[in-house]
């Protein structure tokens, strides 16, 4: 009987801890949600390195909200403690009011420790490392006039925080959505972290999806925004750039940076040390573990976590839906104002610059690049735009960490 | 915070983030614009007085080989078999190599000239991605 009692009782406290009992129903409407982004990585392949991770993060901490749980020291007297514990040994022990309480510990869920990555701004410095490691700037420093582009497709970052001040969000928080314009993930995120980390699960989300419908939300903007004409000018090749003109450009490019906006100086810094090892050709192994199991190491934390952050109670919510939404205004006014300052370049170089190639200034490398090349060959098909685009699209890249840098600078 | 204040901290963060954006990266444009010029003179002047030095030193050995052997050049008695689009300047270098190789106190004659079928560039970029590691 009492064998038979037990057994009741246990089931009992399994079915009380269980998802049954304590999920309520925006956790199983963000599993849903998880299942879209599972189909969307997986079928569709829309940035699946980084959707799929994202996605199972979120599927995870909605199944078992515990995961995130942050690690908690409950005092005990002696009596609780050798209740709950069977002993007072191997705990501190803290003195108040003259009574000895034993110091507890409750430990966090596995996701509150690998989410430190994100929280002290460690993984998204680390992802430049890697993506600066695996990024060609030969055609930036062949054509540095792509740097005009590159800080036109950073407007859309300012206007948007205008719409989100208006919208009645604070102004860093404001700042942490204009910064999805970007079009940079980590560069959202690193953002996110330090003005306004309330909102990082949404920003997140609304960052990596609108960078992996690149391809779809682009190529109207362009057509809309271009003449025939202008789509179908084809640019002069490239001068080639020497190995040593390769090696100084880091170098540069951080001494600058970092004098004048060092809060960019992590983003910028790691980029560019990436960089350097790529091009010095002296830390082929270095570089080759930045591009591969580093980044890879720490785009499966980085997804997992910020896919964690996307709770029901945190997502569901009407402040996500006007992320969502400023989000893709700035992405589109992004594009809009690379294209339009690409018109301005095609009009003063006497239509020999190519306006379609000022949208990859947007960063989002390479995929927005490769957009310009595909909507250039719909004209042309004998057209590759794809270096020249390359040139916008990783100025793109150091475009948004500068404006990342303004907005902490002013907003923090 | 009221419109005002929402208005004022918008358009100077506009103009702020506008103003500075672009600063830094017209300074970029500058100054990646100066040291590619400099790089570029200094190499393509390095490049010229070393193809000169070359020039001079191949001169010096050519006059000096002729002054001991006194030997006659390499004469084409009758034109080879060229393939069609081979122009007389790419046979000139293609001589001038296998006269680099064999020198004058050899007899050799080039009887034809003929493009070698290769795979194309990607693919053979393709096959050493594929067999650098092993």
């Known amino acids: 009987m009492e064998i038979l009692e037990r057994f009741m009782k246990a089931i009992e406290g399994i079915y009380q801890g269980s998802g049954l009992m304590n999920l309520d129903w925006r956790n199983y409407v963000m599993i849903a949600v998880a299942c879209v982004l599972f189909y969307l990585a997986i079928k569709k392949q829309f940035e699946p390195l980084l959707l799929l991770p994202i996605a199972f993060g979120m599927l995870l901490v909605n199944l078992y909200p515990a995961i995130t749980e942050a690690p908690q020291t409950t005092l005990m007297s002696a009596a609780e403690c050798i209740k709950t514990k069977g002993t007072t040994e191997g705990y501190a022990t803290t003195v108040m009011n003259g009574v000895t309480y034993y110091n507890v510990p409750h430990y966090g869920g596995l996701l509150y420790y690998l989410y430190q990555g994100v929280k002290l701004g460690i993984y998204p410095p680390l992802i430049f490392l890697g993506v600066g490691a695996m990024t060609d700037f030969g055609p930036l420093i062949a054509n540095p006039k792509s740097f005009i582009l590159g800080a036109a497709a950073q407007i859309g970052i300012f206007i948007t925080f205008i719409g989100a001040m208006f919208l009645g969000f604070t102004s860093p928080q404001a700042g942490a959505i204009g910064i999805i314009g970007g079009a940079d993930g980590p560069t959202a995120i690193y953002v996110t972290t330090k003005l306004a980390p309330e909102l990082l699960g949404s920003i997140a989300i609304a960052a990596y999806s609108y960078m992996a419908l690149v391809p779809i939300i682009q190529p109207p903007i362009m057509r809309a925004l271009t003449t025939k004409k202008e789509r179908a000018v084809v640019m002069e090749q490239l001068r080639p750039v020497s190995k040593l003109e390769k090696i100084i450009f880091p170098v540069i490019i951080v001494v600058v940076i970092s004098i004048l906006l060092p809060d960019a100086a992590p983003l910028v810094g790691m980029l560019m040390f990436g960089n350097l090892l790529k091009e010095s050709g002296v830390c082929e192994r270095i570089s080759k573990t930045a591009q591969n199991e580093l980044m890879n190491i720490i785009t499966i934390f980085l997804g997992t976590t910020v896919g964690a952050t996307a709770t029901g109670a945190n997502f569901l919510s009407l402040s996500t839906l006007k992320i969502i939404a400023l989000g893709l205004i700035a992405f589109m006014m992004g594009t809009a104002f690379g294209v339009l300052f690409g018109k301005v370049m095609y009009k003063v170089t006497g239509g020999k610059v190519n306006p379609l190639i000022g949208s990859a200034g947007v960063s989002a490398v390479p995929m927005a690049a490769r957009v310009s090349q595909r909507v250039g060959q719909e004209e042309n098909p004998g057209n590759f735009l794809l270096m020249h685009a390359m040139g916008p699209n990783v100025a793109g890249v150091i475009g948004s960490a500068v404006a990342a840098g303004v907005l902490m600078n002013v907003l923090k | ?134």
Not at chain 2, 28 to 56: C, D, H, M, P
Not at chain 2, 93 to 112: E, F, L, N, R
Request: proline share 2%.
């Open chain 2, 1 to 134: 915070m009221d419109l005002m204040g929402k208005f004022t901290i918008s358009a100077s963060m506009l103009l702020t983030g506008f103003v500075i954006v672009f600063g830094v990266l017209f300074l970029l444009i500058f100054i990646i614009w100066l040291y590619g010029t400099i790089v570029s003179n200094a190499q393509n002047k390095a490049a010229q007085r070393k193809a000169e030095k070359e020039l001079k030193k191949q001169k010096e050995i050519i006059a000096e080989e002729k002054a001991k052997t006194n030997a006659k050049p390499v004469v084409v008695n009758q034109p080879g078999k060229y393939e069609t689009g081979v122009s007389d300047e790419v046979i000139a270098v293609i001589s001038a190599a296998v006269y680099t190789m064999y020198g004058s106190k050899q007899k050799v004659k080039i009887k034809s000239i003929k493009r070698q079928r290769t795979q194309s560039a990607w693919a053979r970029a393709g096959i050493l991605e594929n067999n650098q590691p092993f």
